[in-house]
C-alpha cells in the first residue's frame, strides 16, 4: 500500500462516502440477520456487538474501495 493510503481512508470525502454506504448497506444487513432479535427486544451485549460489526464491515469495503479508486487515478 502506498505510504498515503491512511491519510486517504480518514479524509473528510471517503469518511462521508463510507458512512453513507454503511448506514445504508449495515441498516439492510443488521435487519435480515438480526431482525427477530430486535422484533421480540432480546438485546444483549453479543447482539448489540454483531450489530455493530455489521456496520463497521461495509464501512471499511466502501472506505478501502474509495482510497484504492483515488490511487489509481478513476
Known amino acids: 500500500m502506498k505510504p498515503d493510503f491512511f ?3 480518514f479524509s473528510k ?3 462521508q462516502r ?3 454506504v454503511s448506514l445504508l ?3 439492510i444487513l ?4 438480526h431482525g427477530d432479535v430486535l422484533w421480540v427486544g432480546g438485546i444483549t451485549t453479543t447482539v448489540t456487538v454483531k450489530i455493530l460489526i455489521t456496520f463497521l464491515v ?3 469495503v466502501s ?3 474509495s482510497v484504492r479508486a483515488i490511487q489509481s487515478g478513476q
Open 18 to 20: 463510507a458512512s453513507k
Open 13 to 15: 470525502g471517503v469518511m
Open 30 to 33: 443488521a435487519l435480515i440477520n
Open 7 to 9: 491519510i486517504l481512508m
Open 63 to 65: 472506505a478501502y474501495s
Open 25 to 27: 448497506v449495515g441498516t
Open 58 to 60: 461495509p464501512y471499511l
